[in-house]
């Protein structure tokens, strides 16, 4: 089931990754912004297509505290158990 | 209704300011005005002896008018202690129809896509004075409040 949500999480990535950044060097343990170069803005379209697949919504907390993938899947479990 | 409150906060000035009028504006979109004064100073190089409006321009007034006055709004309702907007934008995809001349009054409308944690998405077109659709596309960009 984890490993699910994470593959899922991973192909929303992809659409967002700088073209210079491959989809290997995503982990679980990625930072978003200085790791993986993703801007705000599109770390924006992340969270709104992890809501779209994900049926769930996210607050401005939880965008907050989103730095790492590990963090995002968190957030969906969190709001998936609620 | 003036809307004077919002086009004080634009962070723009002569002579990168595209707005002169708001007309209308809500939470879910806006519509303003500008003109194009025939004595800019880039008309003497767009194009040699044929002043057009620069597209980069043309989207730049669909920007101030359908992004940042309408994100200052958005910012104003959220919050009543607005203090200066910071505002960058992310994306642009634009489609230009016919040329706006000098001396031209065009009409912005924007329509909100969202706008979720800063970042505001919106559908904007231009009409000219004679109703006739100029431009139109996607912006998106960042907005907030900046304090201090």
């Known amino acids: 089931m984890k490993e699910e949500r994470y593959q899922i999480l991973k192909t929303i990535i992809k659409n967002y990754l700088p073209e210079d950044v491959s989809i290997d060097a995503v982990s679980q343990e990625s930072n978003f912004v200085s790791e993986l170069n993703i801007n705000s803005a599109n770390l924006v379209d992340i969270v709104l297509d992890v809501e779209d697949e994900f049926d769930i919504r996210l607050e401005n907390e939880d965008m907050e505290e989103m730095l790492t993938v590990n963090d995002a899947l968190a957030i969906i479990d969190k709001k998936l158990s609620a | ?148």
Request: charged share 15%; proline share 4%; aromatic share 10%.
């Open chain 2, 1 to 148: 209704m003036n809307y004077k409150h919002i086009i004080s906060q634009l962070p723009y000035n002569k002579p990168f300011l595209f707005v002169d009028t708001i007309e209308q504006i809500d939470t879910n979109g806006v519509t303003g005005g500008y003109t194009f004064a025939a004595d800019a100073d880039f008309y003497n190089g767009h194009f040699t002896n044929n002043p057009i409006t620069p597209g980069v321009l043309l989207t730049e007034c669909c920007a101030q008018i359908g992004l940042v006055c309408l994100g200052i709004y958005l910012l104003q309702q959220e919050k009543e202690e607005f203090a200066q907007v910071a505002i960058g934008m992310s994306s642009s995809e634009m489609e230009f129809l016919v040329p706006v001349l000098p001396n031209e009054t065009v009409r912005v409308t924007s329509q909100k896509t969202y706008f979720r944690f800063g970042k505001l998405k919106c559908s904007v077109k231009m009409h000219n004075s004679r109703g006739v659709l100029v431009c139109k596309g996607t912006l998106s960009g960042m907005i907030k409040n900046q304090h201090g």
